[in-house]
């Protein structure tokens, strides 16, 4: 699948009045090399199927910018339902509620962030990640959401398990594997991010997916992958093979993490160095006492509250270097993409203040 094969428009309507004439317009102008375009119309003139022509016309991966959750989600229904045959995928913020770490000097008090995670969402933001790193045909509709930081995408990619019928497999060992793609193996009822094994059933339900997958094992290996109903278990589908993703976002190696770990501490020791050269001994000791307390975190359990501070170091990138965003992952699907953003003057208001910030 590739170029204008890519993407398939499905409608009962066709362009009409002004459309055809502002579609041939756009298409002329990027196939010229021109890098921004502007389509303007009034409400309800048709611009959301304009830009699905465009689209399919062009046969690249896109990423479709909004404001806001709303108007992102309608977008995101429309281009659902114009191409139900390709990835169309939503990609914003899963918090419901979100209070930010703050520390008050004059009480010398913490107050440690709060947050509540949509769990719809989350799984939405697993599907489009899963989707660019696995195929080319993807729209991703989302809000500034997708300028924030996310693995790089190769770990992503790397991270993976893949499962095919007629493949020689030991159960065990996949199970293993699960485990240290961080899923949760459990012998009682699963959830999203589960594994369990009985017998020769494997059972794996993805974070991104509505529906766990079953693996049917016999003495050659793998008999049959099915996609089942999440309650009863009735298969939906048989697929021939299953691409198993990891169960978060952030995955780094052993020898990554041990080196992300010594990195935290130079660094550590150099801010505390900076303090008490600047005579503020109170920073020193909250900056040590913190950092510390996330250190004995992430060599007991593997992470820590806020760890996010630290993804330059897990990412191993040089300072000020740009963190990897979802944009990292759509330049890896493809050398080219594209760009649409609704309401753009309203969008800019949203990521002047933070473009340039991790």
């Not at 991966?61 to 990835?87: C, D, G, V, Y």
């Not at 924030?148 to 159960?171: C, K, M, T, W």
């Not at 974070?207 to 008999?223: K, L």
């Given at each position: 699948?590739?170029?204008?094969?890519?993407?398939?428009?499905?409608?009962e309507y066709a362009t009409a009045g002004d459309q055809e004439q502002a579609i041939s317009t756009l298409m002329e102008q990027i196939e010229a090399g021109q890098e921004?375009?502007?389509?303007?119309g009034v409400t309800g003139s048709g611009k959301t199927f304009a830009m699905a022509n465009i689209i399919e016309q062009l046969g690249l991966p896109t990423l479709i910018?909004?404001?806001?959750?709303?108007?992102?989600?309608?977008?995101?229904?429309?281009?659902?339902?114009?191409?139900?045959?390709?990835?169309?995928?939503?990609?914003?913020?899963?918090?419901?509620?979100?209070?930010?770490?703050?520390?008050?000097?004059?009480?010398?008090?913490?107050?440690?962030?709060?947050?509540?995670?949509?769990?719809?969402?989350?799984?939405?933001?697993?599907?489009?990640?899963?989707?660019?790193?696995?195929?080319?045909?993807?729209?991703?509709?989302?809000?500034?959401?997708?300028?924030?930081?996310?693995?790089?995408?190769?770990?992503?990619?790397?991270?993976?398990?893949?499962?095919?019928?007629?493949?020689?497999?030991?159960?065990?060992?996949?199970?293993?594997?699960?485990?240290?793609?961080?899923?949760?193996?459990?012998?009682?009822?699963?959830?999203?991010?589960?594994?369990?094994?009985?017998?020769?059933?494997?059972?794996?339900?993805?974070?991104?997916?509505?529906?766990?997958?079953?693996?049917?094992?016999?003495?050659?290996?793998?008999?049959?992958?099915?996609?089942?109903?999440?309650?009863?278990?009735?298969?939906?589908?048989?697929?021939?093979?299953?691409?198993?993703?990891?169960?978060?976002?952030?995955?780094?190696?052993?020898?990554?993490?041990?080196?992300?770990?010594?990195?935290?501490?130079i660094e550590l020791d150099e801010r505390i160095d900076y303090f008490h050269s600047k005579g503020m001994e109170l920073e020193a000791h909250r900056i040590e006492q913190?950092?510390?307390?996330?250190?004995?975190?992430?060599?007991?359990?593997?992470?820590?509250?806020?760890?996010?501070?630290?993804?330059?170091?897990?990412?191993?990138?040089?300072?000020?270097?740009?963190?990897?965003?979802?944009?990292?992952?759509?330049?890896?699907?493809?050398?080219?993409?594209?760009?649409?953003?609704?309401?753009?003057?309203?969008?800019?208001?949203?990521?002047?203040?933070?473009?340039?910030?991790?």
């Amino acid at each position: 699948m590739s170029g204008v094969d890519m993407f398939h428009l499905h409608s009962e309507y066709a362009t009409a009045g002004d459309q055809e004439q502002a579609i041939s317009t756009l298409m002329e102008q990027i196939e010229a090399g021109q890098e921004r375009c502007i389509l303007m119309g009034v409400t309800g003139s048709g611009k959301t199927f304009a830009m699905a022509n465009i689209i399919e016309q062009l046969g690249l991966p896109t990423l479709i910018l909004s404001h806001n959750k709303t108007l992102a989600r309608q977008l995101w229904q429309e281009m659902s339902e114009l191409f139900p045959k390709n990835a169309v995928e939503y990609f914003v913020s899963y918090y419901d509620y979100y209070q930010p770490e703050a520390y008050l000097p004059g009480r010398d008090l913490y107050i440690d962030k709060e947050l509540q995670m949509n769990e719809r969402i989350e799984q939405e933001r697993f599907s489009t990640v899963a989707s660019l790193v696995s195929r080319p045909d993807v729209i991703a509709v989302g809000t500034v959401s997708v300028i924030y930081g996310l693995n790089p995408p190769e770990v992503f990619q790397q991270n993976h398990i893949r499962l095919e019928v007629g493949q020689s497999a030991d159960p065990q060992q996949i199970v293993r594997d699960l485990v240290g793609l961080q899923y949760r193996r459990i012998t009682g009822e699963i959830t999203r991010g589960d594994v369990r094994l009985r017998g020769e059933v494997l059972d794996v339900w993805m974070p991104s997916r509505d529906d766990p997958i079953r693996v049917r094992f016999g003495w050659d290996g793998i008999e049959r992958i099915q996609v089942c109903e999440a309650v009863s278990w009735e298969p939906l589908d048989e697929i021939e093979e299953a691409w198993i993703h990891p169960r978060q976002f952030y995955m780094t190696s052993e020898d990554k993490f041990g080196k992300a770990v010594e990195d935290i501490e130079i660094e550590l020791d150099e801010r505390i160095d900076y303090f008490h050269s600047k005579g503020m001994e109170l920073e020193a000791h909250r900056i040590e006492q913190r950092t510390k307390f996330d250190l004995e975190m992430l060599n007991e359990v593997g992470s820590c509250k806020g760890v996010e501070n630290y993804s330059r170091h897990f990412d191993g990138r040089k300072k000020d270097e740009r963190a990897y965003c979802l944009m990292a992952a759509l330049k890896n699907t493809s050398s080219s993409w594209m760009k649409a953003t609704s309401l753009y003057h309203k969008l800019v208001e949203c990521t002047a203040a933070i473009i340039h910030e991790n």
